[in-house]
Structures are given as structure tokens and as C-alpha cells.
């Protein structure tokens, strides 16, 4: 079965500064599809980034970047110039292939990283 | 115009209670879910349905059933409550055999049992 690991319960970056949130994660499978999500206080969960596994490029989305390492199986998220909302509790999450549905589908989840940032 | 919408977002109910959440997307997705966030934030998918296919992750308890009314509905009933089932419920959706898979959540549900 899939597993994902977050080894970082809580991290705390200094505002502007850089920070990286660790993950890796288990599977079997060649192709498949890695997010990672944040939840504010408000608990609404939003998608901060996403990778496909079969591309090499890592994706990026602003002042949030990923190190994706397939055969290490980690996927580390990057935050610079981090903002005092940037506060929050951040999942990382995997998703089987595209050619299957049913449990293929759902996402799994790390436990979670809960990042303070300080002014 | 909220993509994913659900009601009630707190729901107090006493041991024994059946209760209802809905959950319903306007964004044509063939696919919906309901996770399950516990005391310690840990999410865990406990239903995904589409049109064709429900599947159950085999550590729900049978308390717990979905029921869709149509494509954009996904409710979640819940029978004889018991205190372990305090916890934040998700539904989610998403359009299968597309290009990243991304999954747009609802605010959450914060059931307490008493």
C-alpha cells in the first residue's frame, strides 16, 4: 500500500526568510501525481502545488517550489520569502495513476507539517 | 458562486443521533470524496463515488453511508453517533481523466458528539 511520510510535525521560518518542508512516500507504481496542500486556521484545504510523476521539471507556483527526487521517492517543498500567512499546516498528498479509478483516486496523506512563521 | 459547498459546517449532536451532512459541487466533476480529519489533523479518505462506481474504505464503520442524489451531490449519513466520530468531514471533488487531478475541497464539517 501507499504510503506517505512527513518526518517534520512543526517547523518555524523567520518572515522573508526560506524554508523546506520534507515528505517522501512509497509506491509501486511508475506514474502517479504528488500535491501538497495547506490548511490555515480557517481549515479550508487549498492546493499550494502539484507534480506529475513521469515529468523531470519541478513545478513551481511563485515563492513555492518542489525538489522532486522519483527514484528517492521525496518530494520537499520549498517556501521563499516566506509571509506571515504562509502560517499554516501543510499536507503532502499522493494520488495513484490516471488509468485507474475507484481507490486509485483518493489521495493519501502525510500526518502534516505545522509551520509558524515568525515576524 | 463556492465550488464545493457544505452544510451544516458545525454540527453538535448527542450520542445515538443519526445525522446528515451534505455536500454539493458546481463545478461538473464526475467524481466526489469524503475524508475524515481527526483530533491530530491526520486526513483519511473514508468514501469516493462517481457515477459508476462507490468505493469504501474498509475501515468505515457500516454507520456510515454515502447517498447521491445526482452527479453534483454527495451526502454523508451517519447512524447511531458514537464520541469517536467527533471529527472535521471533507468532501471533495474532482474530474477524473484529466491532466492533474486536483481535488477542490469544501470548508469541512466539524461534527461533535456528546
Known amino acids: 500500500a501507499q504510503t506517505v511520510t512527513q518526518s517534520q510535525p512543526e517547523m518555524s521560518v523567520q518572515e522573508a526568510e526560506t524554508v523546506t518542508l520534507s515528505c517522501t512516500y512509497d509506491t509501486s507504481e511508475s506514474d502517479y501525481y504528488l500535491f501538497w496542500y495547506k490548511q490555515p486556521p480557517s481549515r479550508q484545504m487549498i492546493l499550494v502545488i502539484r507534480q506529475e510523476a513521469y515529468k523531470q521539471q519541478n513545478a513551481t507556483e511563485n515563492r513555492f517550489s518542489v525538489n522532486f527526487q522519483k527514484a528517492a521517492k521525496s518530494f520537499s517543498l520549498k517556501i521563499s520569502d516566506s509571509q506571515l500567512g504562509d502560517a499554516a499546516m501543510y499536507f503532502c498528498a499522493y494520488r495513484g495513476p490516471m488509468n485507474y479509478g475507484g481507490s486509485q483516486g483518493n489521495l493519501i496523506f502525510g500526518k502534516g507539517t505545522k509551520l509558524s512563521v515568525k515576524p | 458562486d463556492t465550488a464545493v459547498s457544505q452544510t451544516p459546517k458545525y454540527l453538535v449532536t448527542q450520542m445515538g443521533n443519526d445525522k446528515s451532512i451534505k455536500c454539493e459541487q458546481n463545478l461538473g466533476h464526475d467524481t466526489m470524496y469524503w475524508y475524515k480529519q481527526d483530533s491530530k489533523k491526520f486526513l483519511k479518505i473514508m468514501f469516493s463515488?462517481?457515477?459508476?462506481?462507490?468505493?469504501i474504505n474498509e475501515t468505515v464503520p457500516n454507520r456510515f453511508s454515502p447517498k447521491s442524489p445526482d452527479k453534483a451531490h454527495l451526502n454523508l449519513h451517519i447512524n447511531s453517533l458514537e464520541l469517536g466520530d467527533s471529527a472535521v468531514y471533507f468532501c471533495?471533488?474532482?474530474?477524473?481523466?484529466?491532466?492533474?487531478?486536483?481535488?477542490?475541497f469544501g470548508p469541512g464539517t466539524r461534527l461533535t458528539v456528546t
Open positions: 463515488y462517481n457515477n459508476k462506481e462507490l468505493i
Open positions: 471533495a471533488s474532482s474530474q477524473e481523466r484529466t491532466d492533474g487531478y486536483e481535488q477542490y
